[in-house]
T-cell receptor, first 118, second 117 residues
Framework: DAGVTQSPTHLIKTRGQQVTLRCSPK?????VSWYQQALGQGPQFIFQ???????QRGNFPDRFSGHQFPNYSSELNVNALLLGDSALYLC?????????????????FGPGTRLTVL | AQKITQTQPGMFVQEKEAVTLDCTYD???????LFWYKQPSSGEMIFLIY??????QNATEGRYSLNFQKARKSANLVISASQLGDSAMYFC??????????????FGSGTRLSIRP
C-alpha cells in the first residue's frame, strides 16, 4: 500500500519563475492538503482540496494556487517566486470528514519537496 | 484564534531516560483534537499520537503517552525509555472540529530532541 508520494524531491528556481509541485495521496484517500514549512518552523497550512475544489485556504497570497485531479492527485503552483518561498512543501492526504463534526481526521504526510529560490 | 505554543526549542536527554515535551494550546472551540508528529531529518512528518478534547483518558501509543490537562490547556508528550532513533523534531498540532468537513492542522514551532548515547 503506497503512502503519500511527492515529486520532485528537490527543486531550484530563480526569483520570478513559476513552479509546480505534485502529490499523490495514500490509496483510499480523497482529500489533499498542502503545507509550507520554512526552515526551523512548523508547517503552515496553504489549502485543502476535495472533489477537485479548494475547500479551505490559509493565509497565503493568490500566487499560490492548486488543482486536484479526478484520481485525487494534486498540484501546487506558485507564480512569481520570491526568495521567501524557499521552504519544504508538504502534502498530506486524508479522508473527507463525512461526520461533519469530528476532530479526528488523521492526515498522512508525504516526504515533501524542498524548494530553493535563488 | 487557534494557537499552539512549544516553549522548548531544543532538549538533550540521555538514552533510556524518559522525556517530556511541552505543549500548550489556545482555542475557543469545545471540540478539538491534539496531535503529536515526529519529523526526522528526512523531512517526513510521522504521526505519533492523538487526543480528542472529550477523551476521558490520556492517549497512549507504545512508548508515547499524552499528558492531557484540559483546564490548563496543555498536551505534553511523554516518551518513555528514549532511544537514539528518537532524535528528531517534534511538533504539537491541533485541529478544531467544525461543521465544515474541511480541516486544517495548526502546528507549533517544534522542539528538537537529541538523545545522547
Amino acid at each position: 500500500d503506497a503512502g503519500v508520494t511527492q515529486s520532485p524531491t528537490h527543486l531550484i528556481k530563480t526569483r520570478g519563475q513559476q513552479v509546480t509541485l505534485r502529490c499523490s495521496p495514500k490509496s483510499g484517500h480523497d482529500t489533499v492538503s498542502w503545507y509550507q514549512q520554512a526552515l526551523g518552523q512548523g508547517p503552515q497550512f496553504i489549502f485543502q482540496y476535495y472533489e477537485e475544489e479548494e475547500r479551505q485556504r490559509g493565509n497565503f497570497p493568490d500566487r499560490f494556487s492548486g488543482h486536484q485531479f479526478p484520481n485525487y492527485s494534486s498540484e501546487l503552483n506558485v507564480n512569481a517566486l520570491l526568495l521567501g518561498d524557499s521552504a519544504l512543501y508538504l502534502c498530506a492526504s486524508s479522508l473527507w470528514d463525512t461526520t461533519q463534526k469530528s476532530s479526528y481526521n488523521e492526515q498522512f504526510f508525504g516526504p515533501g519537496t524542498r524548494l530553493t529560490v535563488l | 484564534a487557534q494557537k499552539i505554543t512549544q516553549t522548548q526549542p531544543g532538549m538533550f536527554v540521555q538514552e533510556k531516560e524518559a522525556v517530556t515535551l511541552d505543549c500548550t494550546y489556545d482555542t475557543s472551540d469545545p471540540s478539538y483534537g491534539l496531535f503529536w508528529y515526529k519529523q526526522p531529518s528526512s523531512g517526513e512528518m510521522i504521526f505519533l499520537i492523538y487526543q480528542g478534547s472529550y477523551d476521558q483518558q490520556n492517549a497512549t501509543e507504545g512508548r508515547y503517552s499524552l499528558n492531557f490537562q484540559k483546564a490548563r490547556k496543555s498536551a505534553n508528550l511523554v516518551i518513555s525509555a528514549s532511544q537514539l532513533g528518537d532524535s528528531a523534531m517534534y511538533f504539537c498540532a491541533m485541529r478544531e472540529a467544525t461543521y465544515s468537513s474541511a480541516s486544517k492542522i495548526i502546528f507549533g514551532s517544534g522542539t528538537r530532541l537529541s538523545i545522547r548515547p
